[in-house]
């Protein structure tokens, strides 16, 4: 998610890009010529010592869609949208007997996915995004998980090989989990913490703290003033980060003491807070001694500007005395209370930690801690992000209950010399530090963190002798004498801290020296590991049982049992010592401390897809992209179904299945100016798996080696998740891929021979042509809509972009760059555009239905979500609002059933899918059988009917529709969607 982490291997089709994490993958094209660069920007070397990558560039893409042209997204407006929907649900279409019911396609679980198998170990089954676990203490065979926008997921045999999941709260106010905590006394009483605190921008807020007194049957909304989905009191547009619950009062559904830990929910990168949701109410530490009906901000941090204007990441509880509670505190540091469940009003302290410090060059960041069990009191760990690049600034240890901390560092420390902007010489001893010989420099420290003077967090680049090294970047502090410790662990989040940082420990370990770090890929050169497992190999999942002193790689186990997927954002332990890691890819449980991993996605339906693509005779057959989890097949047809196929690694994008021959396959990664922009292109369904689909698109990266620009810019701006659309009339069908600008190609291929597939053939569609990506923010092509017929024999497309422009041209063919016209004027919302559907009733191609993300509040004078145009190719085009009784929503796609006995317009939205049967004066939402969960694909297939919804954490759903809302005729031949989206 973001990602931040690999930089595709573009060329090749490798990827095992996952938004954060990567897998190693060959390109068949080029394959060994460019081996070793294509695995160095698999692994985002070049990009994260900017700290710009993947998960950064899909941020900026996902909330740039919602916010624009402001710099905010309304608070609660999902919220607001979740009452309306509550109100205009399908229930009230049940006398007419033509209720739309969706059925879930999945996947429960996908087989063989892209997970740390860089040893060339097995692969293992995966879901989606794993953001909050929580173990019943009175029984370890029960098991809660929470989804980035999956919801919260039950099982009563978590030590099952296959443990049987069940959904709970797939039409509460949010999906979106933070976090969950389980009542000690009384397990049936539980309490989720909404809102995903990652910090990504598809890290959706919350609505508050849901609490359940019966083991998750029901759900009640906590802290509401007035109705309970009008104002859920002081965490509206917020996450929840940590919930913890006082043990000493546990048990009771009014008396209970709680704290809850509130971060902003929603981020456009990792290390700028540029889309804070506005609020009133502050975030920070909270504390309600009433069961969660009544909560009180505490008085954390004391610093300026005070509480309610930090966001408390983390907390931990003292497991001996209920009174000692840690906060920490975004880019202020650790907090201690002493009196933090009996005293009236709990007194905070900050404490000295040395890694508060930090500098303007580089702030600190997020703070996770881990604290040991009852048997080593006063034992605590704390990992800290480097706001510059996203790094890790470093691991603290204390065992005293911090009052004092170290680096955890190996002895590894002493005093150097700075000898120019890059280099350090290490001093032997001398009147400022005076003492024995100082550690030499080692030559294994290279890559690990150099902190200076508690200000400042490097990379080692290499080191030149025992007295002189050399750090990644310049050092911005003072010159002369400088302390020094070199990290003896893992970089096991660098690049993205802000989104995968965990660390915990084993409360079972007496000793309070077993913990787990986990984050995306990296190498360490002196992991333990295991014979199956070499050292050089980069794992994102590590555990250590000397307190820091030595680390062992566990992503992949001992290279035979199931190894995890990379990002990890949780873990957690039962009373036996057994630990479960949440990740990207899902929930995985070891009963050896991380030597041997199960993995438990069994019927987890969590996963986040972008779009969607039918087969046009059988409509068993769906292909779609996911958030890293690769893109992936559904063919239902085979047993047991509905049976999924990983089809390809990467961060999956849209996707096409060519309605003339369905067994050519095109689908994006992420795209990214200056790196690589296409899509990959399968001719055999996709069935030869992972790797083996050719990168027909532009790789910027390998200019050096001839033009492999396949008639493609790379240096185009171009939306995170490109949009792609084909035209039918064609066999095969026409092939469109949008940047700023529109590239045709009959036939997309390889560019081996410099013969290149695609053509341009418009100008830059959006409001700044000649927008540069390397020196500001540029808008890009976010649809292209196709109408399915030829006029006058040529193509009539629309376009729409993520500034609110909209074009058209009825004169594209093969022949290069055509006419275009702008269509947009001053009543159509200046907001990103998602959706166009050239209606397919309306030969002249004059008539479209455009939606439009972000919020009516942005853009006052021009409301409204869906608006359609009967003479697009007029010159002259007029608009028509026909968002009606619509809640105020982003909308992300539109398509329209025209043969339907009452024509009806479908759109996805943030919460679900709404239908209009009367021309969009009024809209119901299809509630029955879909989660309230934002739907990112929506299609129907022209040929078959069929209505598919890909969701962004629930996986797919199938429309089944009864009664009068049956077809009089399927058979057009034309997808009614019009085009594809690019978001």
Same mark, same amino acid.
């Given at each position: ?125 995966? $879901?989606?995004?794993?953001?909050? !676990? +929580?173990?019943? &203490?009175? @029984? #370890? %065979?029960?098991? =809660? *998980? /929470? ?26 106010? $949010?999906?979106?989990?933070?976090? !969950? +905590?389980?009542? &000690?006394? @009384? #397990? %049936?009483?539980? =309490? *989720? /913490? ?39 009191? #002081? ?749």
């Amino acid at each position: 998610m973001v990602s931040v982490g690999s930089t595709l291997l573009a060329l090749a089709a490798l990827l095992r890009v996952d938004v954060p994490s990567r897998s190693v993958g060959r390109v068949r094209p080029l394959r060994e010529r460019f081996r070793a660069e294509f695995e160095q920007a698999a692994r985002g070397e070049s990009i994260r010592e900017e700290g710009i990558g993947e998960r950064d560039a899909f941020d900026t893409w996902f909330f740039q869609q919602r916010a624009y042209p402001a710099a905010t997204i309304p608070a609660d407006a999902i919220g607001r949208g979740v009452s309306f929907a509550r109100s205009h649900n399908d229930d009230s279409d049940e006398h007419e007997g033509d209720v739309g019911v969706w059925r879930a396609l999945g996947p429960a679980t996908i087989p063989d996915g892209q997970v740390d198998a860089s040893a060339g170990g097995p692969l293992s089954r995966v $879901s989606g995004r794993v953001t909050a !676990i +929580a173990v019943n &203490p009175r @029984d #370890p %065979d029960t098991v =809660y *998980v /929470g989804g980035a926008q999956g919801g919260v997921w039950k099982t009563s045999n978590a030590r099952d090989p296959h443990p049987t999941w069940m959904p709970l709260t797939d039409h509460e106010a $949010s999906l979106a989990v933070g976090s !969950i +905590a389980i009542d &000690p006394v @009384d #397990p %049936d009483i539980i =309490y *989720v /913490g909404t809102g995903e605190p990652n910090r990504s921008c598809d890290s959706y807020y919350g609505r508050g703290i849901l609490r359940s007194v019966n083991g998750g049957r029901t759900w009640k909304l906590l802290a509401g003033v007035g109705s309970p989905l009008a104002n859920p009191g #002081p965490f509206a547009g917020k996450a929840v980060a940590r919930i913890i619950i006082d043990p000493v009062s546990a048990g009771s559904k009014t008396n209970t003491t709680l704290w809850a830990a509130t971060t902003i929910g929603v981020y456009s990168s990792g290390t700028i807070a540029t889309c804070a949701v506005p609020s009133s109410v502050p975030f920070g530490l909270w504390r309600s001694q009433d069961s969660g009906q009544t909560w009180e901000l505490q008085n954390v941090p004391l610093t300026a500007p005070g509480p309610g204007n930090f966001s408390v990441q983390d907390m931990a509880l003292d497991p001996v005395n209920h009174d000692v509670l840690y906060a920490a505190v975004r880019s202020d540091g650790v907090w201690k209370s002493t009196n933090a469940a009996t005293g009236g009003s709990a007194v905070f302290t900050r404490v000295v930690t040395g890694f508060a410090v930090g500098s303007s060059a580089h702030p600190l960041r997020r703070i996770n801690l881990g604290i040991a069990g009852p048997g080593a009191p006063g034992t605590l760990y704390a990992a800290v992000e480097n706001g510059s690049g996203s790094r890790i600034f470093g691991l603290y240890r204390t065992t005293d209950g911090a009052a004092s901390w170290a680096h955890v560092d190996n002895g590894n420390n002493g005093a150097a010399t700075v000898a120019n902007g890059s280099s350090f010489v290490n001093r032997v001893s001398g009147p400022a530090f005076p003492g024995p010989y100082f550690p030499s420099f080692k030559s294994v420290w290279t890559g690990r963190r150099f902190v200076v003077n508690d200000q400042f967090s490097m990379t080692v680049r290499y080191v030149v002798s025992a007295n002189q090294l050399r750090l990644t970047a310049t050092y911005p502090g003072p010159t002369g004498a400088a302390a020094w410790s070199v990290g003896n662990y893992p970089n096991y989040c660098d690049g993205q801290c802000f989104y995968d940082m965990t660390v915990a420990v084993d409360p079972t370990d007496p000793s309070g020296n077993r913990l787990f770090v986990g984050g995306n890929p990296h190498t360490y050169s002196q992991d333990l590991g295991v014979p199956a497992v070499p050292a050089t190999s980069a794992h994102s999942n590590w555990r250590s049982d000397d307190g820091g002193s030595s680390w062992r790689s566990t992503s992949q186990g001992d290279g035979t049992s199931d190894p995890l997927h990379t990002d990890d954002h949780a873990c957690a332990f039962d009373s036996d010592g057994v630990v479960y890691d949440g990740n990207d890819g899902g929930i995985w449980r070891s009963d050896d401390h991380g030597n041997n991993w199960t993995s438990l996605n069994t019927n987890l339906a969590i996963t986040q897809f972008q779009g969607v693509s039918t087969h046009p005779s059988d409509p068993k057959i769906v292909l779609g992209g996911t958030q890293d989890n690769g893109t992936n097949i559904l063919n239902a047809a085979l047993q047991p179904p509905p049976a999924w196929f990983h089809s390809d690694y990467g961060d999956g994008g849209q996707s096409l299945i060519d309605q003339s021959n369905p067994a050519r396959m095109l689908h994006t990664y992420f795209n990214q100016s200056f790196n690589f922009m296409g899509p990959a292109k399968s001719t055999n369904g996709g069935s030869s798996g992972p790797g083996t689909w050719d990168f027909v698109g532009a790789y910027y990266g390998y200019q050096m080696y001839g033009d492999y620009y396949n008639g493609m810019d790379p240096k185009d701006p171009v939306s995170f998740y490109a949009p792609m659309a084909q035209h039918p009339a064609f066999t095969p069908n026409v092939i469109y891929f949008g940047s700023d600008k529109v590239y045709r190609s009959p036939d997309p291929r390889p560019n081996l021979e410099q013969v290149h597939s695609w053509k341009a053939v418009s100008p830059s569609l959006t409001k700044i042509p000649g927008c540069s990506p390397l020196t500001q923010a540029c808008p890009y092509l976010s649809w292209i809509g196709v109408l399915p017929n030829l006029v006058g024999g040529k193509e009539v497309l629309y376009t729409g972009a993520s500034d609110g422009r909209i074009a058209a041209s009825a004169h594209v063919g093969g022949s290069g760059v055509a006419a275009w016209s702008t269509l947009d004027n001053a009543t159509t919302p200046n907001r990103a555009i998602t959706g166009i559907a050239v209606a397919a009733d309306d030969p002249t191609g004059n008539t479209a239905y455009v939606t439009f993300s972000g919020f009516d509040e942005n853009t006052p004078a021009t409301p409204g979500h869906l608006y359609v145009t009967r003479n697009g190719l007029s010159g002259a085009a007029t608009w028509t609002n026909i968002s009606g009784d619509l809640p105020d929503i982003p909308l992300n796609g539109v398509v329209f059933d025209y043969k339907a006995k009452k024509p009806s317009l479908y759109v996805a939205s943030d919460i679900g899918v709404f239908r209009s049967r009367d021309g969009g004066q009024h809209w119901k939402l299809l509630s029955k059988g879909l989660p309230f969960v934002t739907v990112f694909g929506l299609e129907r297939n022209a040929s078959t009917g069929q209505i598919v919804a890909s969701t962004h954490g629930r996986g797919m759903f199938e429309l089944v529709r009864e009664g009068d809302d049956e077809e009089d005729d399927h058979g057009d031949g034309h997808d009614d969607r019009g085009g594809r989206r690019g978001h």
